[in-house]
């Protein structure tokens, strides 16, 4: 920015995720059906990332969207994920949406929980 000051992207998600959001819905029979990341209360490290399908998105939810493909995020969980990224890994170890976190400060093996620092 002009005086300096940086911005810092909400939330963005690559297009291996949105292809992926899109292939679940699908194949659900929910082609309309945006993928819900929420964080929760819990895991073994206190917070939880929470990902569903669900038919609609709340007028306060942060919309992401590619060729139809739709990611929402509460104002809540926005605020545990600012400057986070959704990706999709396929591996060895199965298949699974990954969050790079900046604001986690540590997690555990699995990669679903962390807490903050």
């Given amino acids: 920015m002009p005086?300096?000051?940086a911005t810092t992207a909400p939330f963005s998600v690559t297009?291996?995720?949105?292809?992926e959001v899109?292939?679940?819905?699908?194949?659900?029979g929910?082609?309309?059906?945006?993928?819900?990341l929420a964080v929760l209360a819990g895991g073994c490290s206190g917070f939880q990332y929470s990902f569903?399908?669900?038919d609609a998105v709340a007028a306060d939810d942060l919309?992401?969207?590619d060729a139809g493909r739709r990611v929402a995020i509460d104002p809540v969980s926005l605020d545990l994920l600012r400057g986070a990224q959704l990706d999709w890994?396929?591996?060895?170890?199965?298949?699974?949406?990954?969050?790079s976190n900046p604001q986690a400060a540590s997690g555990c093996g699995c990669?679903?929980?962390f807490s903050l620092g």
């Fill in 89 to 99: 890994a396929d591996e060895l170890i199965g298949a699974h949406f990954v969050v």
């Fill in 52 to 54: 569903a399908l669900d």
């Fill in 22 to 28: 899109g292939a679940i819905a699908a194949r659900e």
């Fill in 3 to 5: 005086d300096g000051t």
């Fill in 15 to 19: 297009p291996r995720a949105f292809q």
């Fill in 30 to 36: 929910r082609p309309g059906a945006v993928l819900r």
């Fill in 63 to 65: 919309v992401l969207e």
């Fill in 111 to 113: 990669g679903v929980s």
